[in-house]
């Protein structure tokens, strides 16, 4: 784990429903409301994005296309912790999963770790 001025980031392991495995860059966001998964990540895993039309808003107001996708994502930190989580798909660039901190269930399981 590292952490810089509130920035949390882990690596670890997404799974898909097409059976590849990838290593990511987790940021663990204070501010999130919702999980979220890179665009181009979730496509590489095989998930597919409901056809709602869903945005989310970035810290500096943008406003980016953010749909749920039809199945959660299975998600592996270390050897203990394995979630399947619901995310949404959204374009990032600098981290390849966020998770928002606001879940209890992330990060107390994660800091017993």
């Keep these: 784990m590292t952490s810089t001025h509130r920035l949390i980031t882990w690596r670890g392991m997404v799974s898909g429903p ?28 095989g998930y597919t994005e409901q056809s709602l039309d869903a ?4 810290a500096s107001g943008e406003h980016l296309r953010a749909p749920m996708l039809t199945s959660p994502v299975t998600l592996r930190i270390g050897q203990h912790y394995r979630a399947d989580i619901p995310m949404r798909s959204v374009a990032l660039s600098s981290f390849d999963v966020i998770l928002g901190m606001r879940s209890e269930e992330h990060t107390s399981e994660l800091q017993s770790q």
């Design 18 to 45: 097409n059976g590849k495995r990838i290593a990511v860059t987790i940021l663990f966001d204070t501010g999130s409301q919702a999980d979220c998964i890179s665009t181009t990540l979730a496509n590489r895993l």
């Design 55 to 58: 945005h989310a808003r970035t």
